[in-house]
């Protein structure tokens, strides 16, 4: 399983736009990349997810360069209901092989301020 | 739907009692999978199944065991519980072949003491 590595906690204020930045150096060739939020007291909720350039839904973009050993979250005009844990995780899609479970790291603290 | 349903929301154990957390998802996924949470730490996998009659261990799965004999039910039982135990438990399905997109149910808060 492709390694990730993302910040351990961020700060924001109300308004701006947040990106988060996931390292996976050693990304495979069938991996995807998706992207989790965790609100406290809840489980994670899925938020995006891609392969390669880019990918936008009603709640983030998602930004994969080439080489896709990263990739980055960008939520646009960020409220304090945004404040979340964030996590990056780097996958096989279409994988049967149940032994391949993805890893949920610590992931990034996002605290957005007024 | 109701998606991934999870029971009880809190409990608290003596040592050395045992217990089953109930998951339920109605949504016919065939994977479900079990995860702990300890405080300010992400996920740890405990055990999943890819289907009925079908379970295998995860990252930690000592202290646990798991059943499923139904495509909608995955409960958990705890035989001893010890202190280490204390956690959030999380549920979680998915399409086969799709854990990389899973729906999470809203947890279980368990403390042993």
């Known amino acids: 399983l492709a390694k990730t590595t993302q910040p351990i906690s961020m700060d924001s204020y109300e308004g701006q736009e947040v990106n988060i930045t996931c390292s996976h150096n050693?990304?495979?060739?069938?991996?995807?990349i998706t992207w989790y939020q965790q609100f406290p007291s809840q489980g994670p909720r899925f938020i995006i997810q891609?392969?390669?350039t880019k990918v936008t839904n009603e709640v983030a973009s998602l930004f994969i360069p080439a080489d896709r050993k990263s990739s980055t979250l960008s939520l646009p005009r960020v409220s304090l209901s945004d404040t979340a844990v964030y996590y990056c995780l780097v996958g096989e899609s279409e994988n049967n092989n149940a032994g391949n479970m993805l890893t949920f790291g610590g992931g990034t603290r996002l605290m957005v301020k007024p | 739907n109701a998606g991934v349903t999870q029971t009880p929301k809190f409990r608290i154990l003596k040592i050395g009692q045992s217990m089953t957390l109930q998951c339920t998802q109605d949504m016919n996924h065939n994977y479900m999978y079990w995860y702990r949470q300890d405080p300010g730490m992400g996920l740890k996998l405990i055990y999943y199944s890819v289907g009925a009659g079908i379970t295998d261990k995860g990252e930690v799965p000592n202290g646990y065991n798991v059943s499923r004999s139904t495509t909608e039910d995955f409960p958990l039982r705890l035989e001893l519980a010890a202190p280490s135990q204390t956690s959030v438990y999380f549920c979680a399905s998915s399409y086969p072949g799709r854990q990389e997109t899973q729906y999470f149910g809203p947890g279980t808060r368990l403390l042993v003491l």
């Open positions: 050693n990304i495979a060739t069938n991996d995807y």
């Open positions: 891609g392969y390669k």
